[in-house]
Nanobody, 115 residues
Framework: QVQLAESGGGLVQAGESRRLSCAAS????????MGWYRQAPGNVRELVGS???????MYGDFVKGRFNISRDKVKNIVYLQMDRLKPEDTAIYYC?????????WGQGIQVTVSA
């Protein structure tokens, strides 16, 4: 069984920064990738950023250099550093780990950016 726990969300003002963390626990074997998605009310879930085990990262077009995804390989934690936040970044953010071809998801954490 694998559990993912996100933390670091909350209310932030536009232009500020916030770092999200996602800690994986349980039987963590065969990690091939991890990432963050988000979903705003009325919108589909979209990719924020993903990270492969070879270090290759990719981001959603809206990121435009504002966010950075990183990981602590030993602790099985994935981070999302978000800078220059905008009100349109308001959403529930979900982390995901891919283990042996299967995707596991966290419960999601709210990030609200006020104007």
């Amino acid at each position: 069984q694998v559990q993912l726990a996100e933390s670091g969300g909350g209310l932030v003002q536009a232009g500020e920064s916030r770092r999200l963390s996602c800690a994986a626990s349980g039987r963590i074997v065969g990690v091939s990738g991890m990432g963050w998605y988000r979903q705003a009310p009325g919108n589909v879930r979209e990719l924020v950023g993903s990270l492969r085990m070879n270090g290759a990262a990719m981001y959603g077009d809206f990121v435009k250099g504002r966010f950075n995804i990183s990981r602590d390989k030993v602790k099985n934690i994935v981070y999302l550093q978000m800078d220059r936040l905008k009100p349109e970044d308001t959403a529930i953010y979900y982390c995901t780990f891919n283990l042996l071809g299967r995707d596991f998801w966290g419960q999601g954490i709210q990030v609200t950016v006020s104007a």
